[in-house]
C-alpha cells in the first residue's frame, strides 16, 4: 500500500515521490495514521526506510510528538542534529522542546512556549549549555568563557480594558556574542534597539486624543569594548501626550510631558522633567498656499550626580532652560496636466525663531549624540533626536519639491534645501551638515517610470564646494526572469559620534528560472576595509507538493569573540508529508 502525491498536470504520469509500506492503519478513535515497514521513494526510487512511522490523520490540527528533525554543519557548531518534541498543553498553549547534538559544543537545549489569554498572550524562548572542556579548546579558551551558557527572550503583551494594557520584554545572554555565535539573533524582541540587548515593562493608555505611557528600561551591552557596568538603567520613563480638538479658526493646542529617572552602575546619573506645550494654525490662503503657524514652550529640569563638566568630574547639580519658539512655514504648490501626466512644482519655507542657547554643559546629553542631517529633517523645527538638546537661534529653512506623475503609476520626484541660521551654533557637532551658518544642501531623487525600474537617491553635499559628504543609492530593477537590487551607502563620521564612517554596498541578484526553479546570490561589502562582509547564495525547486533548496551563507564578523562563519543549509519539504531542514 503507498501514499503519494501527484505534481504534474497529468494524473496518469508517475509521482514525483511516494511513501510505500506494507501495513497502514487508520485508527480513527485515536485519529493516527500508522506505517508498518514503510520506505520513501522518490522518482521511482527508493531512498529511505522505517519499520514504524505515524502522523495525525487530516482531522487532527495539532497534536504531540516528534517533529521533523533537522540537520547542517557551521563553522560556529560543526555538524549537528536537533530533534524537536511539540507539547500540545492545550487549546490555547503549547511548547516545543528542542535539543541540538553538536560536534563542538555537546548539546545546545533550546525551547519555546506560547500562550494566549483573553485579554492578550505571551511567548518565550530560550536555550542552554555547558561550556564543556571540548568547547573550551575551540572557542572559551581564548574568551575566558566557561561554564552555563544560554539566552532568553521573551515577550508579552496584554490588554486590561478598551483604554489600558500592559506588556513586558526580556531580553538576555550570557555573555555578549552569544546569541551572534549561536543563531538566535530573531528571538530579539527588541530588535529596533542597537548595540544592546533591551528589557522593559511598561503600562500604557490610549483615550480620546491622549497618550500616555510608564516604563522602565535596562540594557545589556552587546559591543566589546564597553564595560556592563556602563549600562544605564531607566526607571521610571513617563511621556504623557495630549492633542486638543481644533477650535472654530482650524488652531490645536499640544501638550507633551516626559519624566525620567536614569542611573548606572559606574557613570554619570540624571533625572530629568521636560513640559512642552505648544499651539499650532493651518491656514489655506485665497491664492492656494499653505501656511501653518506653531508656537511653542520648551521647559526642561534636570539633576545630575557624577557629571563631567568643564573639565571636573563628579559634579552634581541643578540645571533648567526656558525656551519660547514661534515658526511660521509656508509652501505653495502649482500643479499642471496634460494628457496622461501632470507636474508639480512647490517651493518651501520655513522661519523658525527662538532664543540663542539652551544647550548648558550642566545638562547632559544621553538621547540626542546621533544627528542626522538630511531630507527627512530639513523643516523640522527641532533636528535633534531626542529632548536633552534643543536647536536654538532664528534661522531660515527653504527649498524646492519638483515631481512629474503618470496616470499608470509612474513617477519622477526631486527635493533640495538648504537651511540658513544668522549666527553658527556650537551644539552641532562637526560633520554633522549644521556646523556653519550656512548648512549642507540635502536632496533626494526618487525616479520610479514602471514596476520594472525603481531608483531611490539621497545626498547631502557640502555648501562650500558641493563635495558628496552622504550617499545614498537604491536601485531595484528587472523582471522576475531576472531582478536586480543594490545599495550604496556612504557617510563622513561626525565628531564625537558613537557610530564610524561608512561605504558599503550590497546587492542581489534573483532570478525564477521557470515556474519551478528559482535561483539567487547577495553580498555585502565594506568598501573602507576592502573586505566581503556577507555573502549567501541559493538554488530553490519547488512544484505543488515538494521543495528542495540549498543555500550557501558567509558571514564575516567585526567582532574579536566571533569567527568568519560558513555554512551550507539543505532544506526537503513533503508539503503533504513533512519537512527536513536545519534548526540551528
Not at 522518482?43 to 505515524?54: D, E
Request: with cysteine.
Amino acid at each position: 500500500m503507498s501514499i503519494f502525491s501527484l505534481c504534474d498536470d497529468d494524473p496518469s504520469a508517475a509521482p514525483l515521490w511516494q511513501v510505500k509500506a506494507i501495513k497502514v492503519i487508520h485508527d480513527k478513535q485515536r485519529q493516527t495514521i500508522e506505517y508498518r515497514d514503510a520506505w520513501l521513494e522518490f522518482a521511482g526510487v527508493p531512498v529511505f526506510y522505517t519499520p514504524y512511522l505515524s502522523h495525525p490523520d487530516p482531522t487532527v490540527k495539532r497534536k504531540s510528538g516528534f517533529l521533523t528533525p533537522s540537520f547542517g554543519t557551521s563553522n560556529s557548531v560543526g555538524s549537528f542534529i536537533t530533534t524537536p518534541y511539540y507539547f500540545n498543553i492545550a487549546a490555547n498553549a503549547d511548547a516545543t522542546l528542542s535539543p541540538s547534538f553538536t560536534d563542538d559544543e555537546g548539546v545546545i537545549m533550546a525551547g519555546e512556549y506560547r500562550h494566549k489569554f483573553t485579554e492578550g498572550d505571551f511567548n518565550i524562548r530560550g536555550s542552554v549549555m555547558d561550556n564543556t572542556s571540548s568547547s573550551e579548546l575551540t572557542y572559551s579558551t581564548e574568551n575566558g568563557i566557561s561554564g552555563i551558557r544560554g539566552h532568553l527572550a521573551a515577550k508579552g503583551r496584554f490588554d486590561y480594558d478598551q483604554t489600558w494594557r500592559w506588556g513586558f520584554d526580556v531580553n538576555r545572554q550570557s555573555d555578549r556574542a552569544y546569541i551572534s555565535r549561536f543563531g538566535y539573533t530573531s528571538d530579539n524582541t527588541l530588535p529596533e534597539i542597537s548595540n544592546a540587548l533591551a528589557s522593559q515593562g511598561f503600562v500604557e493608555g490610549f483615550r480620546g486624543r491622549n497618550f500616555i505611557q510608564a516604563r522602565g528600561l535596562h540594557f545589556q551591552n552587546t559591543l566589546t569594548n564597553q564595560e556592563e557596568n556602563s549600562s544605564p538603567l531607566i526607571l521610571p520613563l513617563i511621556d504623557f501626550n495630549h492633542v486638543s480638538e481644533p477650535d472654530r479658526y482650524g488652531g490645536y493646542s499640544t501638550l507633551d510631558v516626559n519624566a525620567l529617572a536614569l542611573s548606572r552602575a559606574e557613570g554619570s546619573d540624571t533625572r530629568r522633567l521636560s513640559i512642552r506645550g505648544g499651539w499650532n494654525l493651518p491656514y489655506v490662503a485665497p491664492a492656494g498656499d499653505v501656511y501653518t503657524l506653531s508656537t511653542k514652550l520648551i521647559g526642561d529640569f534636570y539633576n545630575t550626580s557624577s557629571l563631567s563638566v568643564s573639565g571636573q568630574n563628579d559634579t552634581s547639580n541643578f540645571a533648567h532652560r526656558l525656551l519660547p519658539q514661534v515658526a511660521l512655514d509656508w509652501r505653495y504648490p502649482f500643479v499642471s496636466g496634460r494628457g496622461n501626466v501632470y507636474q508639480m512644482f512647490e517651493p518651501i519655507a520655513s522661519v523658525v525663531v527662538s532664543p540663542y542657547g539652551g544647550n548648558s554643559p550642566d545638562i547632559p546629553n544621553e538621547d540626542s549624540r546621533n544627528l542626522e542631517f538630511d531630507d527627512t529633517n530639513l523643516f523640522s523645527n527641532n533636528r535633534f533626536t531626542g529632548l536633552d538638546r534643543v536647536e536654538g537661534g532664528p534661522r531660515l529653512n527653504y527649498g524646492l519639491k519638483w515631481g512629474v506623475f503618470g496616470k499608470n503609476g509612474g513617477s519622477t520626484s526631486l527635493l533640495l534645501g538648504q537651511s540658513y541660521r544668522y549666527k553658527t551654533d556650537d551644539s552641532f557637532a562637526v560633520g554633522s551638515g549644521l556646523e556653519g551658518d550656512l548648512s549642507d544642501i540635502v536632496g533626494r531623487v526618487h525616479v520610479s517610470p514602471n514596476s520594472k525600474l525603481d531608483i531611490y537617491y539621497r545626498t547631502r553635499l557640502d555648501q562650500s564646494n558641493l563635495e558628496s559628504r552622504r550617499n545614498e543609492v537604491d536601485v531595484n530593477a528587472g523582471v522576475p526572469a531576472l531582478r536586480l537590487h543594490t545599495r550604496y551607502v556612504y557617510f563622513d563620521r561626525q565628531q564625537g559620534s558613537e557610530f564610524a564612517g561608512r561605504e558599503e554596498i550590497n546587492g542581489s541578484l534573483s532570478s525564477q528560472i521557470n515556474k519551478t526553479w528559482r535561483t539567487s546570490i547577495s553580498a555585502t561589502r565594506d568598501l573602507v576595509e576592502g573586505e566581503l562582509r556577507t555573502m549567501s547564495m541559493n538554488l530553490t525547486y519547488e512544484d505543488e507538493c515538494f521543495l528542495f533548496s540549498t543555500n550557501f551563507n558567509r558571514q564575516f564578523y567585526k567582532n574579536n569573540e566571533l569567527q568568519p562563519d560558513n555554512s551550507v543549509i539543505f532544506r526537503i519539504l513533503f508539503k503533504t508529508l513533512g519537512e527536513v531542514s536545519p534548526g540551528v
